[in-house]
Antibody, heavy 119, light 110 residues
Framework: QVQLVESGGGVVQPGGSLRLSCEAS????????MHWVRQAPGKGLEWVAV????????YYGDSVKGRFSISRDNSKNTLYLQMSSLRPEDTAVYYC????????????WGQGSLVTVSS | QSALTQPASVSGSPGQSITISCTGT?????????VSWYKQHPGKAPRLLIY???NRPSGVSNRFSGSKSGNTASLTISGLQAEDEADYYC??????????FGGGTKLTVL
């Protein structure tokens, strides 16, 4: 069955960096675009970034542009989110999601990985 | 990229129908038929209910339906059930190839 498993979350100081991973299984990873979506504690969903199935096109939300980088390694069935210059407002659960119905219909989501930015 | 506008909360009694609106602009909701809707229970990942304005993925009840007029999309839930109580989010593709979510609507089943 389709599985998306995020890892790499944790506590980081403001200004620090962190890399999230999303390991995919149960499907041909290289066929699908992937999103990162986050949710701050008690808040709504916020779109972070998307990457095309082959990594050729990437797009970012305004709040993370220039600080976050989405990438993928199709040989390892893994999606990444490199986060730098982290701010307290980046504190959130980060979900990866598979693009099943382009551009934003995502049937499959990971369980989420909590990132806490705090001194 | 301003968030799409949804009512903070709606409520209804079992068996009734409710509609949640999602207002954007001519650069997102009004520009494309790429509006999707998600349901989320606290602490859980979102679940896709509607994509491309009106389409339901396999396994989603036909009690859920979507529509759009101009810059406003809507999700209608008919035959309200206790299990429908959750947070609902709309989502749209934009003219700059990004995605934007609505602020979310908390549905209470009375």
């Amino acid at each position: 069955q389709v599985q998306l498993v995020e890892s790499g979350g944790g506590v980081v100081q403001p200004g620090g960096s962190l890399r999230l991973s999303c390991e995919a299984s149960g499907f041909t990873f290289s066929y699908y675009g992937m999103h990162w979506v986050r949710q701050a504690p008690g808040k709504g969903l916020e779109w972070v970034a998307v990457i095309a199935h082959d990594g050729t096109n990437v797009y970012y939300g305004d709040s993370v542009k220039g600080r976050f980088s989405i990438s993928r390694d199709n040989s390892k069935n893994t999606l990444y989110l490199q986060m730098s210059s982290l701010r307290p407002e980046d504190t959130a659960v980060y979900y990866c999601a598979r693009v099943d119905e382009w551009p934003a219909g995502c049937v499959y989501w990971g369980q989420g990985s909590l990132v806490t930015v705090s001194s | 990229q301003s968030a799409l506008t949804q009512p903070a909360s709606v409520s209804g009694s079992p068996g009734q129908s409710i509609t949640i609106s999602c207002t954007g602009t001519s650069s997102d909701v009004g520009a494309y038929n790429y509006v999707s809707w998600y349901k989320q229970h606290p602490g859980k990942a979102p679940r896709l209910l509607i994509y491309d304005v009106t389409n339901r993925p396999s396994g989603v009840s036909n009690r859920f339906s979507g529509s759009k007029s101009g810059n406003t999309a809507s999700l209608t839930i008919s035959g309200l059930q206790a299990e429908d109580e959750a947070d609902y989010y709309c989502c749209s593709y934009t003219s700059i190839s990004t995605v934007v979510f609505g602020g979310g609507t908390k549905l209470t089943v009375l």
